[in-house]
């Protein structure tokens, strides 16, 4: 009986890190660490207080903005995939915003020593061209967006935090009120 509990104990086991591996594919950390790994050479004591203040201040913003870009991009591809298929891209966008993203991917193509970003262009597609993508196709998302007027202020709002934060800046506590409320307010409409 006790090696049938034990096969079983592995059993399980081995069934539960296969579950673990898949999310972790899917991108869901399954660890308190996971696999990141933090740059180890910037350590607290090497910066001035402020400076190390400042930018754990600014972590919160850019991960807020990096998740709620990321989830727009998400978003867009399930609707305009399901409306139009596969080809939704070659279809859907603008040559504006394609120019922009075949601009950056041919500049990432030059610095091949460095990952790539994305494995499809939506990935290369700056957040104020999101919003525009989304107002060029007004037909498939009006029935999810309230009006063009509230995504535009939203999008200008979080891409000028986010210029300010990529470059180094610091946002008044104010304005990272200002962009909580503005991911959560998306985040609520796109559900």
Known sequence: MEEKVLRQFVFNGLLLQDSFDALQKEGISVSASGDFQQVTRVVEA???????????DMASVYQAIFCIENTLRKFIVERMSERYGLDWWEEKVSSRIKKA???????????????????????????????????????????IIPSQAWLSSRMDDLEMARNIVMHTGVLPQIEIDRISSIVRDILRQIG
């Open 46 to 56: 090497d910066f001035s207080p402020r400076i190390w203040h400042d930018a754990t």
């Open 101 to 143: 993203v075949k601009t950056l991917k041919d500049k990432e193509e030059k610095n091949k020593f460095f990952s790539s970003r994305s494995d499809s262009e939506i990935g290369y597609t700056m957040l104020g061209n999101l919003g525009q993508l989304i107002i060029d196709n007004w037909d498939d998302f009006s029935d």
